[in-house]
């Protein structure tokens, strides 16, 4: 009934309207029934009454639809009478300013969304490089690591178990894909890292080379073209709020997912051995290795989690986006701009961080278009880390004295 209300509303027919009547007369359901009633004003539209047109009008001007707008400019440039025209200009305003709202919140959707997506990519990287001081130029890999690592579990379930199970890859994959990248992550720093920890000319430079190597390696093994990876079932549609705006499943779901992560990671770091280790060792390694922290360990563990973090972030961005062996080239740079406008070690100011550009980025785009917008935000951060090196929250006390 759906389709039929669809194809009726696109294709309006004053010879229909009795039909339309009668299907109205019968409809219970509430999409059908808006359908139905915007089928008939569009015939209504064509028809020779004044008074007929001035109904269609007012009918269609409370469906504050693209597709009832469209109905209308297309009335608007055949219309002859003065009140008729003046009719539909006021409709056409009226929802031009309840689309106009629709867009300014699936900016907004959409920035929260690329900003949950920044703060992932860079939340390992505050790790590594905001705890440690280390420059990892292969983050970028280590999220295409747990990228193709979810790939790897998809396949596995499409080819070895029953169908009705493919809907719970996604869970078996964020630790696969976790794991996967912390354990490259963890051979990373004991095999280069360790020997370079004071030197972040040369971690930039090792790390860029084993990026390299990384990206080859991939396109050795699982060929240069992207590779697909489906969303599970219950991650595809969307929630329609308005009639322009509708809020995709799986863009909810890497929300809520990134902070969850971060909330997993505040409580290691505040909670945990792990992270009190963590943080002597950044605040203070002579002393930490003074009072028996094994300093060598508590890096290779810090390196593994930010990595295994990263690959998180590989995880998720295969649910919005092909995975190819450039995935992580995307994220890098924006990875370390939310790290240093945030301030450098500290996990609230890369939230802040994260979501403030991605929503800046994408009310941005709206105005000056995609590449203009880089450009505005990269000089915003310029100009913030000039008048703010510190970034957005500080480092106090005895943190900021070492």
């Excluded at 504050?64 to 009478?81: I, K």
């Excluded at 100011?349 to 917008?373: D, I, N, P, R």
Aim: aromatic share 8%; glycine share 10%.
């Amino acid at each position: 009934r759906r389709k039929a209300a669809e194809q009726l509303a696109s294709e309006p027919d004053a010879e229909r309207l009795p039909l339309i009547e009668k299907a109205l007369a019968a409809e219970q359901d509430g999409q059908v029934r808006a359908l139905l009633e915007r089928s008939q004003a569009a015939s209504l539209l064509g028809s020779d009454e004044v008074q007929q047109r001035l109904k269609a009008v007012e009918q269609l001007s409370r469906q504050q639809t693209p597709e009832t707008q469209l109905l209308l400019n297309q009335r608007l440039s055949e219309e002859s009478d003065p009140g008729v025209q003046k009719a539909i200009k006021a409709a056409l305003a009226g929802i031009a300013e309840g689309l106009a709202w629709g867009d300014r919140l699936g900016a907004i959707f959409s920035g929260i969304s690329l900003g949950s997506v920044l703060l992932l990519a860079a939340l390992g990287l505050a790790i590594t490089y905001g705890l440690m001081g280390v420059i990892n130029m292969a983050h970028g890999e280590l999220i295409m690591i747990g990228a193709y690592a979810t790939y790897l579990v998809q396949l596995l379930f499409q080819r070895w178990l029953p169908e009705a199970w493919f809907g719970g890859y996604l869970v078996v994959a964020i630790p696969v894909a976790f794991l996967a990248s912390a354990l490259v992550g963890a051979v990373l720093e004991r095999g280069v890292i360790r020997f370079l920890y004071g030197r972040p000319l040369e971690t930039l430079l090792a790390t860029f080379g084993i990026s390299l190597v990384l990206q080859q390696t991939v396109r050795s093994l699982f060929g240069a073209q992207n590779v697909s990876v489906e969303n599970p079932v219950w991650m595809s549609g969307g929630i329609a709020l308005l009639p322009n705006l509708t809020l995709p499943y799986n863009r909810i779901a890497i929300i809520v997912f990134a902070f969850a992560v971060l909330a997993g990671v505040a409580f290691m770091i505040a909670r945990t051995r792990l992270g009190l280790f963590v943080r002597g060792v950044t605040q203070n390694r002579a002393m930490a290795s003074c009072v028996g922290v094994n300093t060598a360990r508590t890096d290779t563990y810090a390196f593994a989690l930010g990595s295994g973090i990263a690959g998180l972030a590989g995880c998720a961005l295969s649910q919005i986006g092909n995975v190819g062996p450039d995935l992580g080239q995307n994220y890098i740079v924006d990875s370390f701009l939310v790290v240093v406008l945030g301030g450098v070690g500290l996990l609230a100011g890369t939230v802040y961080a994260a979501l403030g550009l991605g929503v800046l980025s994408k009310l941005l785009e709206g105005w000056t278009g995609a590449v203009l917008a880089k450009i505005a935000v990269l000089l915003f951060i310029v100009v913030f880390i000039q008048k703010r090196p510190q970034g957005i929250f500080a480092l106090k006390g005895r943190s900021a004295e070492t």
